[in-house]
Structures are given as C-alpha cells and as structure tokens.
C-alpha cells in the first residue's frame, strides 16, 4: 500500500476529459462531472494508474451465493498496487448495485439492452501523466459492465496503453479485450489479466506474471 497513492473519490476531472473519451461519442455524464476541475492530486512521477470497478455483496461462488465484504477485483487490484507502483482510482456508480446478486444480474442485462452508461459517482481522475492504464473489472454477462464504458468514454485515453485485468467466475475474459478495442480505437490494447473470483487470494503468482510479461515490473 505504501507505494500507492489512493485517488479514490479524491480526483478530479481534467479539461482535456471533458472532450474527449476514448470514442466520438462520450455518453452520459454527471453533473458533478461536468463541473469537476483540474487537479493536482496525483503522485509526481507516477506513470501507471490502475482504475477498477468492483461490487461487494451476494454473488455467485461455484454454482452457489457468496456474501462478499470486499469485492474479488478489489482484492485482485490491491493485489497489482502492492506489486507495483500505480494510483488507483476506484470506479464507483452514481446509483450503487443492489446487494441481490439475481437483482444486480437483472439492472445489468438491462443496462446491456439498453447500451446505458451508468453514472459515475463523484470526479474522475486527470489521466494526463499516464502512459498505462490498468483496467479492472468484474465479468457481467460475459464482458465488462457498462459502467466501464461510462469511464473509457469519459477520460481521455488516446495514445495510452490498456492492460485489462478481470475476475470471473466461469467466461474467462470474456468480450473484455474487443469491447476496449472497439471503445478506445486510439489506444493500445495490451495483455490481459484474467482470474478466476473465486480463486482469487491465490492469484499473486499470476499477477506477478501478469507484471512481467507486461513489462509494468521488471
Ligand atoms: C451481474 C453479474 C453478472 C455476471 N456474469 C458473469 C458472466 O457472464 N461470466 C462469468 O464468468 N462470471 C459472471 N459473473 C461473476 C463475476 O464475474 C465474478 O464473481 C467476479 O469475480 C465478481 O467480481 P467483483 O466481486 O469484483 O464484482 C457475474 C456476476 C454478476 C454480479
């Protein structure tokens, strides 16, 4: 933790991002977005940001339910930010999702249907000083949820390199890798980290592979 700067609520939208996502077509925003304002909150030097959406309560655990405290991709991106040196901003909804697995598979298939871009809630972190983004995520209906399409399209990720990273429980990465390259046409899309939710307190070994394939770590 200690070579980490958590960004988590703290940051703010830079101008740049408010004119260009990584597509033609930004999607919805929110007020407070909108109205957010340059900050300097972020670690000098830093190069890396891991931004990740994760939802804690009942979910699937091999074919049965599971309470979760901590979300599986929040472990899995606490995981990445000890190994490394990144900012994390933390992907939150504006209209969190229920605790109800079956209710929260339920808004997703509609947020899907719909092409929704669900709202973030407070600011978004100013991407200028990062050449990377790791991006993280659940798999919802066998790609990222939709809120992830309200963040590529929000922040300015022209010219930056994206490694996804996400946890799963039976579809591997799913759509991840050509939802992203569909979005973000003028990003690079780079390896992909996949790990099983359930078994994700086991997954230092392929993160630290993960980080070096990826040159993030030497
Ligand atoms: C709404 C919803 C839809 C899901 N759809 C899939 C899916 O299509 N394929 C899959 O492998 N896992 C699916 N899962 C399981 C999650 O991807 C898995 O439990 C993940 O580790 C949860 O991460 P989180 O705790 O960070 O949200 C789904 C879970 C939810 C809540």
Known sequence: MNRRTLMRGSLTLGAGALLAGCTDSPGQRTASQRSATPSSNTRPGSKVLLAYFSRPGENYHYGGRIDLDVGHTEVLAN???????VDVYRIQAA?????DY???V???KREQESEARPAIAGALPTVEQYDTV????????????????TFVEAVDLRGKTIHPFVT??????GATVED???LCPEATIGDGLAVRGEEVN???ADVTAWLQRTSISA
């Open 79 to 85: 995981m990445i930010a000890s190994a490394v040196a």
């Open 95 to 99: 209209d969190p999702y229920p605790q």
């Open 102 to 104: 079956e209710e929260t």
């Open 106 to 108: 339920e808004r997703n």
């Open 134 to 149: 790791l991006l993280g995520s659940p798999i919802w209906n066998v790609r990222p949820p939709m809120i992830m399409r």
């Open 168 to 173: 799963y429980a039976v579809s591997g990465i």
């Open 180 to 182: 992203y390259t569909r």
């Open 202 to 204: 086991a997954g230092a």
